[in-house]
C-alpha cells in the first residue's frame, strides 16, 4: 500500500508536491511537523487553502444551474412538459386553429296592398305569439306598433303563398308557373352572422316625412333634422347552439345628411357613409328560433300613428302598401380558421 503525500516541508505552505513516499517508510519526525504546520497556519494562508481549482467551479456553476431549473433534467417525463419554457413548445403550438360558431341566415320583406287579407289577418292566426318573450315586453312591443311571431319548420299555406308570390314577383315569373311544394320555402338571400356579429336590414329605404304627423311619434319629435329617415333593424346574434340560435332585434332610425366618417375596423380605417342613427331601445326584442323556423315581425295596429306603423305601413295613401319582414335560420355553421394573436405568440417563441 502507497500513501502519496506531497508535502512541502521547508515552506510549510501546504502545497502537494510530487515528493512520493511508502507509508512503511514515513519518518516519525514527518507526521508531527506537519501536523505542527497545519495548526501553526496564520489567517493569511487561509485564502490560498479555501481557493477552488479551475474544476471545483466548473463543477459548482453546473450545480447552480441545476438548482435554478429546478432540476427539470432527472424529472420524469410528466414534469417535464409542464416545467417546459414558452420557446421550447413552439414545436407543439403550430396548429393555431380556431373554431367559431354561425348562423346561416335568410331575410325577406314583403309588401303587400293594405286589403291583403293574408298579410292582415290569416298569418298570424298560425304563428306563435306568446311563448316567444314575458307577457310584459310583448305587451310593450304592441302599444308601440310591433307584432312578432315565429312560425314552425312547416310554414302556414297563407306565409307560403306571401312568399312564393314574392319570390316569383323577384324572378319575374307569371302567376300560373310552378310554385313549389316545399313546406318551408327560402324567404329571401342567405347571409352568414357569427355569434357575436350583427347585420342591419333596411325595411324603408326612404320615408316621406312631409306625410307623417311627427307630433303623434314620441320618437320623431326630439329629432331636429328628419331628412333622408330610414326605417332600419339592426340583427345581433347573441348565441349559437348546434341546435338554435338567439337572435336580438333593434330596430334603428336613421336620419340626415349622409357624410363619410372615419371608423377603424379589423381591416383598417375606413370612410364609409353614415347618417345619424338612433336607436329604439323599448321596440328591441330576444327571439330564438330551431333550424327551419321562421320570424315575422309586422305591424300591429294600422290605425293608430306609432313607431311601429312607421317601419311597416308609412305610406297613408290609398294604394299604400304594408311589410312584412322575415327571418329563417337555414342552418348553423361551423367555421375554421386560424387566431393571428396565436400565430404571433408562437413565431415570438419560436428561438
Not at 413552439?90 to 386553429?97: K, R, Y
Not at 333596411?202 to 320618437?219: K, Y
Amino acid at each position: 500500500m502507497k500513501l502519496n503525500v506531497a508535502v512541502d516541508l521547508n515552506s510549510g505552505s501546504g502545497v502537494f508536491s510530487s515528493t512520493s513516499l511508502n507509508a512503511g517508510m514515513v519518518p516519525n519526525t514527518v507526521l508531527p511537523v506537519v501536523t505542527q504546520r497545519r495548526r501553526s497556519l496564520t489567517p493569511s494562508h487561509m485564502p490560498y487553502l479555501a481557493m477552488p481549482n479551475h474544476h471545483s467551479r466548473l463543477i459548482f456553476a453546473a450545480a447552480a444551474t441545476l438548482v435554478m431549473c429546478g432540476c427539470a433534467i432527472f424529472a420524469p417525463d410528466s414534469e417535464k412538459t409542464e416545467r417546459q419554457f414558452p420557446w421550447s413548445r413552439s414545436e407543439e403550438a403550430d396548429d393555431h386553429t380556431v373554431y367559431r360558431m354561425a348562423a346561416g341566415i335568410e331575410a325577406g320583406i314583403i309588401r303587400r296592398p293594405r286589403n291583403d287579407v293574408r298579410i292582415r289577418k290569416l298569418v298570424w292566426d298560425h304563428l306563435d305569439e306568446s311563448g316567444l318573450m314575458a307577457p310584459e315586453a310583448r305587451q310593450l312591443l304592441n302599444k308601440n306598433g310591433f307584432r312578432v311571431g315565429v312560425a314552425g319548420s312547416s310554414s302556414p299555406w297563407a306565409l307560403q303563398s306571401l312568399v312564393r308570390e314574392a319570390t316569383q314577383s323577384a324572378r319575374g315569373e307569371s302567376a300560373t308557373e310552378s310554385a313549389g311544394t316545399e313546406s318551408s320555402p327560402s324567404v329571401g338571400p342567405r347571409f352568414t352572422v357569427m355569434q357575436g356579429g350583427t347585420s342591419r336590414l333596411e325595411l324603408q329605404p326612404f320615408v316621406n316625412v312631409s306625410a307623417v304627423p311627427v307630433d303623434q311619434i314620441p320618437e320623431l319629435a326630439s329629432i331636429r333634422d328628419l331628412s333622408n329617415l330610414r326605417c332600419v333593424i339592426e340583427l345581433t346574434v347573441e348565441e349559437v347552439d348546434s341546435e338554435w340560435v338567439m337572435l336580438k332585434l333593434l330596430p334603428q332610425l336613421h336620419v340626415g345628411a349622409r357624410t363619410a366618417r372615419l371608423s377603424v375596423g379589423v381591416s383598417g380605417e375606413q370612410l364609409p357613409v353614415r347618417q345619424r342613427v338612433v336607436p329604439l331601445y323599448e321596440q328591441q326584442c330576444q327571439i330564438r328560433l330551431h333550424q327551419g323556423e321562421v320570424a315575422v315581425i309586422g305591424l300591429q295596429s294600422p290605425d293608430e300613428w306609432t313607431s311601429g306603423r312607421l317601419f311597416f305601413a308609412p305610406d297613408d295613401s290609398a294604394g299604400g302598401h304594408e311589410s312584412l319582414l322575415l327571418i329563417r335560420l337555414a342552418g348553423i355553421d361551423g367555421l375554421k380558421g386560424h387566431s393571428a394573436a396565436a400565430e404571433t405568440v408562437a413565431s415570438k417563441y419560436r428561438w
